[in-house]
């Protein structure tokens, strides 16, 4: 028995670390891969050494205007189907490339959905619109993994086909193995000088941005810490600048740098902005790094990952939309609750935040072994 072609997988943001972690899982596991990825410079450090082989990194032009943008983009995935023709299986990373893939004429895939795009727009008929596009790109699929339990409900609230789905929370690489976790070495936070930091694409300015401007402005004995890019350049003004206790530290390589990092943040700030449908309904990597380093979290209010940070006891929930309530947080924080917390996550077993892609791996198995498939 032998494998009939590759797995094609077209990242969207290829640097992205989840879409490296699933591709190199994919690969570990044996299989024959080619994989097309997108870069619009964008937290691409992790580019410089990806740990599988690369077909083409198609490179997005800030300065295009937006037509010229979408013009260019569905070439390029043309060019990608026409170049893969007799290829068995193709890997769809998001609502962008899967749509315009699907609408491509595209009828083998595996579809893989971080982020649910149709809850950003505000738009109800294009919101709809989208939904629906969704879901028939779900239910033709082979299998669609998705990384929230909170995106089931919101995208099939009438009933999920769920021989289809896949759940895949988006956990920590297997990067982060014993020996890794042996070296997390969580120490008693010094509640007269904490240190909080944000860590990834800095973004959200009514909520993440804001509450590093209150640590600067209220609280000089605290830190705040960006580690990461800013989305906008004038996420991060200059009145942010001026505070010698906010700290902006660039670009860092995910999953090299993340212990260093959370050796130097106290707790760590997931106020994501609330405003976002999709925000409210997703279920991002932090809570699982959060565990691992044995770090509390700060989440928003309202959302599905408040619940798990709930579930789980190891943060805490807050409304980060308003300067008062992040102040009376920040005076609340208590060194005993604190404490109760870190123990909480220490007794987490280590292997429950970090990625087990089996089930994911055995359909791709089972798929890629059928004596025929119809192309």
């Not at 009933?159 to 895949?168: D, N, S, V, Y």
């Not at 909520?207 to 989305?231: D, K, L, M, N, Y």
């Not at 009145?239 to 993340?258: A, M, Q, S, T, W």
């Not at 309904?281 to 309202?302: D, R």
Request: net charge positive.
């Amino acid at each position: 028995m032998t494998m009939k072609n590759d797995i094609v997988f077209i990242a969207l943001q290829l640097s992205q670390p989840r879409c490296i972690k699933r591709i190199k899982a994919i690969y570990d596991a044996g299989f024959q891969i080619k994989v097309y990825g997108f870069d619009s410079g964008l937290y691409n450090e992790s580019l410089k050494s990806l740990p599988f082989p690369v077909e083409r990194i198609i490179r997005r032009d800030k300065n295009q205007g937006k037509l010229k943008k979408i013009v260019s983009f569905v070439y390029s995935l043309k060019q990608i189907l026409r170049d893969n023709k007799g290829s068995n299986l193709f890997y769809l990373f998001g609502y962008e490339i899967a749509s315009l893939v699907y609408l491509l004429g595209c009828k083998h895939y595996i579809y893989e959905e971080a982020d649910v795009t149709a809850a950003r727009s505000k738009n109800g008929i294009i919101r709809n619109i989208m939904l629906g596009l969704d879901r028939r790109i779900i239910k033709r699929s082979y299998r669609t993994v998705l990384t929230s339990g909170g995106f089931v409900s919101y995208i099939f609230p009438e009933g999920a086909p769920k021989e289809k789905l896949i759940m895949l929370p988006n956990k920590l690489s297997p990067f982060f193995d014993e020996q890794k976790k042996h070296e997390v070495r969580s120490s008693e936070i010094d509640v007269k000088h904490i240190k909080f930091g944000f860590i990834g694409l800095i973004r959200y300015p009514n909520t993440i941005v804001r509450f590093a401007r209150v640590i600067g402005r209220e609280f000089p004995q605290h830190e705040f810490h960006f580690w990461g890019e800013a989305e906008r350049e004038d996420y991060i003004d200059e009145e942010i600048k001026g505070y010698e206790n906010v700290f902006i530290h660039g670009r860092f390589k995910n999953p090299d740098d993340l212990l260093r990092i959370y050796e130097q943040t106290d707790i760590s700030i997931v106020c994501y902005d609330t405003n976002s449908g999709n925000v409210r309904i997703a279920e991002p990597n932090k809570i699982y790094e959060s565990i691992f380093f044995e770090t509390p979290i700060v989440v928003s209010s309202g959302t599905f990952l408040a619940e798990r940070v709930q579930e789980y006891g190891i943060g805490y929930v807050i409304d980060a939309s308003g300067d008062k309530s992040i102040i009376d947080f920040v005076r609340r924080i208590d060194r005993e609750d604190l404490s109760s917390r870190i123990k909480t996550m220490k007794a987490i077993p280590w292997q429950e935040v970090v990625d087990n892609s089996k089930e994911l791996i055995d359909s791709v198995k089972e798929y890629i072994y059928k004596d025929c498939v119809e192309l």
